[in-house]
C-alpha cells in the first residue's frame, strides 16, 4: 500500500470526491514503495499540484484531478478550457499545462539539491531521475473522452479516466497507466 502524505483521513475534508477517490485507488493499488503527496505547496509561488508520486526506481509524476463531467466543458483548447460552473460560464488552464507548469515547479526545486542532480556531462544540472506529468478526468470515461474529442486537446497517453481508475480495476493496469505517461525513461 503506498503512502499519502499527508493521511487520507486527515485531508478528506478538503478534497473533492474525485481526488479523494483518487488518493484511495494510490493507497490501495500502489506498492509500499511509492509515496504519494496530496496538495503540497511547492516552488517560490507555492505552487498547489493536486498529487505528486514518487517511485524509486521510476521517478516523479505529477497529476492535476479534474471532477468535471462531458458537459461541464463548454470549450477546449491546448491552453485553456471554457467550463460550465454553478455561477455561469469560466475560463481555467488547460488541465494538462497545468500539471506540467506544476511538474516544472517541483523540478526546479528539486534540481537545487546536489544528491538530485547531474554534476557533470550533457545533462549537468538535470535530475538524475525521470519526470512526467498528467491529467486525471475522475468523471469522463474513456470513451466520453474520445467522443468529445478531448483528444485533440489533451494527450491520450496523459490522462487516466473514470474507468481507467474504477475500483475492481486491475492494479497492474492501473500503475502501467500511470508509467505510460513518462516519455523518457532511465
Known sequence: MATLIPALGSCVRKMTAGERRFAERLEKKLEDDYLCWYDVPVGPANAHPDFVIL????????????????????EADRFQFTIRVEQGIKKVANPLEQARQYAHDVVNVLKRDEQLAVSTGEYAGN????????????????????????????????????????EGEDALKFQQRLWEMFSVRF
Not at 517511485?55 to 463548454?74: C, M, N, Q, S, Y
Not at 474520445?146 to 487516466?160: F, K, N
Open 55 to 74: 517511485h524509486p526506481r521510476r521517478g516523479l509524476l505529477v497529476l492535476e484531478v479534474k471532477d468535471w463531467k462531458p458537459d461541464t466543458i463548454a
Open 127 to 166: 535530475l538524475t531521475f525521470p519526470w512526467s506529468y498528467g491529467a486525471v478526468l475522475t468523471n469522463i470515461t474513456r470513451r466520453q473522452f474520445e467522443q468529445g474529442q478531448l483528444d485533440h486537446v489533451l494527450d491520450p497517453s496523459r490522462v487516466i479516466c473514470k474507468d481507467e481508475m474504477e
